[in-house]
């Protein structure tokens, strides 16, 4: 299964299908639909499969994984085919020019592809929410910049870690939307605090980025993640350009594979159009032109310096005419002057400017 770039050029035509394996559960879109499986179901690899598999063409699977063991035992379950390939989103990221993130030591793929996904949909400057096991809290200002942002514990992790470090809590799950309230259950008030410590975290992180980078302007908030809808339920209401889109990472997945998992001749073209044209100089002037190629038979030389005069160009009264030498074993044709009858009783030089006839003065006796 190949993971390089340009030994996919030969699949462009063919069905791309885009892949995120999270730490709790691994989303697919295929054929315009999307799925979600949670690792703990069962058969979920059987499952995928079966809908990779039914594809009658070939298929290029591009995918982003923080949990790069599911990965590998799903690649190893599908097992080789000539027809299925596999390669890292990474990879897009690197020939990317939608954002620009060089500036920055250390971020993962999945936050990346995210702030791509986002400005599909979305202008910046923006934010973007990724609520899963993890939260990831993710800025693009409006000069396309990745800005960082935060990271610390999702609701799953901060339940599991209330029973973990502790002798008599439950693990609380969040199945279904939940709104906070006065807990009258331990269960109760274990999600309720951990739903207020995840809406706290995220309202802070969000108004102090936007007092340091945008002098405290406010920017659209773009949600996504596993628990992407249970925040967007009680955060909505908080302010205006609140909203959630569910496949945001596989969006930036698929926007960078059908821009650049084309052959090279495809991408220069979607790269170069809309460019605008630099005003005041003509980038002719400035291609860099190569040697001057011997003429083949009957040809004529390549290039010209500049000021000199083509093949059969008049020059006052001197035409140029070509003469064909041979110089080794190629034939090289080249300017030679001929000469034009100088008229009688002229005193016009046959070349350069005329001059001026001075009249002659009579001797005074």
């Known amino acids: ?63 982003s994984s923080v949990y790069d063991q599911q990965f ?20 897009l990221l690197n020939r990317t020019e939608k954002i620009n993130y060089n ?22 400057p923006f934010i973007v929410l990724d609520c899963g096991t993890a939260v990831t809290v993710n800025v693009l200002d409006e000069s396309d910049i990745v800005r960082g942002g935060a990271i610390f514990p999702g609701l799953y992790t901060s339940a599991r870690a209330l029973f973990d470090y502790t002798s008599s809590l439950e693990v609380v799950h969040f199945k279904e939307k939940y709104q906070p309230h006065c807990g009258t259950t331990t269960i109760d008030a274990i999600k309720t605090g951990l739903m207020c410590t995840l809406i706290g975290g995220l ?36 302010r205006e350009g609140i909203v959630y889109n569910k496949t945001l990472i596989l969006n930036g ?64 009264n001197v035409a140029i005419k070509m003469e064909k030498e041979i110089s080794g074993n190629v034939l090289i044709s080249k300017p030679v002057p001929k000469t034009i009858k100088k008229p009688v009783n002229s005193d016009i030089s046959t070349q350069g400017p005329k001059k001026k006839r001075i009249p002659l003065r009579k001797k005074i006796i």
């Open 1 to 63: 299964m190949e993971t390089q770039l340009d030994t996919l050029f030969d699949f462009y035509q063919n069905e791309i299908i885009a892949m995120d394996f999270g730490n709790t559960r691994v989303k697919t879109y295929i054929g315009g639909k999307f799925f979600s499986n949670v690792y703990l179901q069962p058969e979920w690899k059987k499952k995928l499969k079966e809908k990779i598999l039914k594809s009658s063409r070939k298929v290029i699977i591009f995918y």
């Open 72 to 91: 590998d035992e799903f690649a190893a379950y599908l097992g080789p085919s000539p027809n299925i390939r596999f390669c890292e989103a990474t990879l």
């Open 103 to 124: 500036h920055i030591k250390v971020i993962g793929t999945d936050r990346l592809l995210g702030l791509v996904g986002a400005k599909k949909h979305f202008e910046p």
């Open 203 to 238: 309202k802070e992180a969000v108004l102090l980025f936007e007092k340091e980078l945008f002098n405290g302007k406010q920017v659209p908030i773009v949600i996504t993640g596993g628990y992407g809808d249970l925040v967007y339920g009680i955060i909505n209401d908080w």
């Open 253 to 316: 997945i698929v926007e960078l594979a059908d821009v650049y998992a084309k052959p090279p001749r495809e991408i220069k073209k979607i790269r170069s159009k809309g460019k605008k044209k630099p005003l005041g100089r003509n980038p002719k002037q400035f291609a860099k032109k190569g040697p001057k190629k011997p003429a083949g038979k009957g040809g004529k030389p390549k290039y010209f310096k500049k000021g000199s005069k083509k093949p059969n160009q008049k020059d006052g």
